[in-house]
């Protein structure tokens, strides 16, 4: 089962940046945090994960509190394409189930 | 990034018969592949979990002689709906672990079944 809590929708400005926030009070010393996002019928796709460092890419930032309960996702600049479902994930390691939760709803507005 | 090819992207069948999807990684080798369905506004369920080589990991309430899943390549994993009816319209997505990519989940582009 998931293990993540997400507000279930915010709204963005285009060009500002996007936080998403996430809940895992429950996490294990071993668990990653992932997230990934999912436009409309497309499947998701993958932004950043991490286990404890804050974790930075090309498409995101992604920073984790130091005892590792929340994290928030950073989308530095949005633009209207990334509108989409975004999931936050917790999880062990290679080879074991990897469960969505709801998700937020990010509506990026012109 | 790894690319995960699933096929169809969507199929209609007449209630009764038997569905066949696709999943492949492309471009690296997946030990365990994932299956999942989702109805329209709600959240990915995971369905099983696929090891090359062995028996699928179903899920609780999911029933394994109606979802067959074969994993019997490194890049191929195939899940089969038995005898489908118009509740098991959804949408089904799978996905690979390539582990030469830090433990990144990989997701095919889902496919659209809609039982007539």
């Known amino acids: 089962d998931a293990k993540t809590t997400q507000p279930p929708s915010m709204d963005c400005a285009e060009g500002r940046a996007a936080n998403l926030p996430c809940n895992h009070s429950t996490i294990s010393g071993n668990e990653y945090v992932y997230w990934y996002r999912q436009i409309h019928s497309q499947g998701p796709q993958y932004i950043i994960h991490g286990l404890k460092n804050n974790e930075t890419n090309e498409m995101a930032s992604l920073i984790i509190t130091e005892d590792r309960k929340s994290s928030t996702l950073i989308l530095p600049h949005a633009t209207l394409r990334d509108t989409a479902v975004y999931y936050c994930?917790?999880?062990?390691?290679?080879?074991?189930?990897?469960?969505f939760g709801t998700g937020t709803s990010l509506t990026v507005i012109p | 990034g790894a690319v995960v090819s699933q096929h169809p992207s969507w199929v209609i069948c007449k209630s009764g018969t038997s569905v066949k999807i696709e999943c492949r990684s492309l471009d690296f080798q997946a030990t365990t592949m994932f299956w999942y369905r989702q109805f329209p506004k709600q959240s990915l369920m995971l369905m099983a979990t696929?090891?090359?080589?062995?028996?699928?990991?179903?899920e609780q309430g999911v029933e394994k002689d109606k979802f067959l899943i074969n994993h019997a390549s490194l890049t191929l994993s195939t899940l089969t709906v038995t005898s489908a009816h118009p509740e098991d319209s959804s949408f089904y997505i799978c996905?690979?672990?390539?582990?030469?990519?830090?433990?990144?989940?990989?997701f095919g582009s889902g496919t659209q079944l809609s039982v007539l």
């Open positions: 996905s690979a672990e390539d582990r030469g990519w830090n433990e990144k989940l990989f």
């Open positions: 994930i917790v999880r062990v390691g290679t080879g074991n189930q990897f469960y």
């Open positions: 696929s090891n090359e080589g062995s028996k699928a990991t179903y």
